[in-house]
């Protein structure tokens, strides 16, 4: 597997956490930023990394603002991407297994580095379930193959 990470400048110390759980896994990633802690613009950091997990040479990213709002709102608009905006392990598990998210999406001021990395290792480890699911997200792929 081979991940995509960004945040914001609401989202720094939460991605250098992800980064080194992504270390300890042992899981390909990049780290695209950002390092200043001065206000940017979310969408400069979340389209380019759904960009990249769309067109295939990511399997999968991870984004990280303040509320983790922003991120998820900007890279569900690429087609082929479906980022979950997660805040608890239940949610984690549930987008992987019945949404097949290839994106996962957190915020900082609203959860900790501790529960950030729960939810991104069981995120990263969930498998895709298929049966019914697969039908449900078939839908959406059709739609943004007519609409997108």
């Known amino acids: 597997m081979k991940v995509a990470l960004a945040s914001d400048h609401g989202g720094i110390n939460i991605r250098k956490e ?14 695209f ?9 979310y969408p400069d ?7 990249k997990v769309a067109s295939g040479e990511f399997d999968r990213g991870i984004l990280i603002c303040g ?12 087609k082929g991407i479906r980022c979950a905006l997660v805040h608890d392990t239940f949610s984690a598990r549930a987008t992987r297994e019945h949404n097949d998210s290839n994106m996962l999406a957190m915020g900082e001021r609203v959860i900790g580095p501790g529960l950030a990395r729960d939810i ?29």
């Open 45 to 51: 950091y979340a389209l380019p990394v759904a960009e």
């Open 120 to 148: 991104a290792e069981i995120w990263l480890s969930t498998e895709f379930t298929g049966g019914r699911h697969a039908g449900r997200v078939g839908k959406i792929k059709e739609y943004e193959e007519k609409h997108l």
């Open 33 to 41: 930023g950002c390092e200043c802690s001065t206000s940017v613009d």
């Open 18 to 31: 992800i980064a080194t759980l992504l270390n300890e896994m042992n899981i390909e990633y990049e780290d």
């Open 67 to 78: 509320t983790g709002i922003g991120m998820s709102i900007a890279a569900n608009k690429v």
